[in-house]
């Protein structure tokens, strides 16, 4: 509010030391004398050496604690400036809400028509979780929870079916590669003479053999 008021008055036409707008306030002054004859500020910048005091007439200047220029108008052509000031904001307000009624009427109608249409229905989770993120930016006072956590919860049944898909790939995969090693184990078993290398050969057919039963299993419980 202060940037307004500081904006507003170097708007206006500025009287230095004029009799009816400076009110008494003349060069010397200090911040007391000053705030007794105009009342308290609106408003103030310091910087440095400098102090401004803002008031809806005008503003005055300080240098170390002392009024070094007064730019002042009169009471009514503050009161004059203030009014127009004020009808701006008024009307800035009214087309504030008239957007803000407007954005919500077409946000329930668009959102009655995404929700009929079945194509929209169809598409992947993805697409319709990015449609509802723009859709919430666009009109952020629509209510789309419902339809969002549905598209999550879509989303996350494929990600599961997605990965147990490929879960049972791997499983298979796998159970082939044992299925190819046994056949390799029965043939170097019948050539085998030495007994140590059987006893390799029946130790790892033991392993993959538990292996399998686990994958099998595993297999059963992805299928249900």
């Known amino acids: 509010m202060k940037i307004i008021v500081a904006v507003f008055v170097l708007c206006l036409p500025f ?3 004029g009799a009816d ?3 008494g306030v003349a060069k010397g002054d200090t911040f007391d004398q000053v705030i007794q004859k ?9 910087g440095g050496m400098r102090t401004t005091y803002y008031y809806d007439r005008g503003m005055v200047d300080f240098r170390t604690g002392r009024v070094e220029r007064v730019f002042l108008v009169t009471d009514q052509e503050a009161k004059d400036r203030i009014a127009v000031r004020e009808k701006v904001e008024a009307d800035m307000r009214q087309q504030a809400e ?7 009427v077409a946000g ?3 959102l009655e028509k995404i929700l009929a249409d079945k194509t929209f229905a169809a598409s992947p989770p993805v ?3 990015a449609y509802w993120a723009d859709f919430q930016k666009q009109y952020p006072e629509i209510d789309v929870s419902t339809p969002i956590a549905e598209a999550k919860k879509a989303q996350k049944s494929a990600q599961d079916e997605n990965g147990r898909v490929s879960e049972l790939l791997a499983l298979n995969n796998r159970a082939s590669e044992i299925d190819a090693r046994f056949k390799q184990l029965d043939e170097d078993y019948a050539v085998s003479l030495a007994n140590w290398k059987r006893t ?5 057919r033991a392993k993959l053999t538990e292996e399998l039963a686990a994958l099998k299993a595993r297999l059963e419980a992805l299928l249900k």
Request: no cysteine; glycine share 6%.
């Open 15 to 17: 009287y230095v030391f």
């Open 21 to 23: 707008a400076s009110v």
């Open 38 to 46: 105009l009342g308290a500020p609106k408003g103030q910048v310091k």
């Open 98 to 104: 008239a957007e803000h009624v407007r954005l919500k």
């Open 108 to 110: 329930k109608a668009q």
């Open 127 to 129: 697409v319709r979780l």
């Open 200 to 204: 390799e050969i029946d130790e790892e």
